[in-house]
């Protein structure tokens, strides 16, 4: 009993550096959103994202993600970047948040068109109804299945290849995945499992596919190596522990060459910017969430839903 007691202060220990986590997400991203609006640049919305978050006591799980249109993930500012919001787009915002590496991962969808809100909803709607059938003993294919399902009664279409994902320290996309689909092999979750539910909605066909563009990388793994540029890069980075990071929070100097040069050893990982095939517009809606016996606790809860 004394072991098991001490177990569970520990647990309690970590699920609050998880909340702290989930805290300052919040708060940043109650900030940010109200910059993303048109003609608001979006290296200025990363920054303020990443920076608010550093200056809460936080850090930055992964870049901040600002993905538009048919972009579903992994867009993210380049270093000089001059991009801004336009009227007529739809933004995904989509940031994590570290403390000793347990993270808090949410993502919201902003219509600056005010043509897409049905779409918005469909991610916000079908998130909402996830969350009310999470509990010890669910399976991540009940979990798709209602995520999926709720998607095309909107009368829209789920991003089948992309998903939700356990959370781990420093791992910001550890198993089990989280379908937003049924699927057959379902994985049983459990009372303190930390997962991050991210349905993802779409006028197109339903898919995403790699593009060119690629803005952020991970390291896998370390080997030594000899180019002095190389070198120089693997000690910026080894400071992330293996999660995603931005060209443009590296030093700038000779950076193609030495990511090329760790690249080509198999050390790296790149995210291209995911898009949707058809060019459909998608939306996205995802909070981090606490696995209870009878339910769940949000921890990136937006403020008026509670
Ligand atoms: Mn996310
Ligand atoms: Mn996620």
Redesign the pocket.
Known sequence: MADRAMEEEEWEQILDKYRAAGKILIEVRDEALKLVKEGESLLKVAEFVEEGIRAKGGEPAFPC?ISRNEEAAHATPSVNDTAVFSADEIVKL???VHIDGYIA???VTVDLSGEHEELVRASEIALNEAIKIIHDGVTTSEIGEVIGNTIKECGYKPVVNLSGHGLLRYNSHAPPTIPNVGHKQGIRLKANDVI?I?PFATDGGGKVVESGNVEIYSLLKEKPVRMREARKLLGAIRKYRGLPFARRWLPQERLNLALRSLNSMGLLRDYPVLKEEDKGLVSQA?HTVIIKEDGCEIITAMKDSG
């Open positions: 993600n989509d940031f994590g991962d949410s993502a991050a991210e995802e």
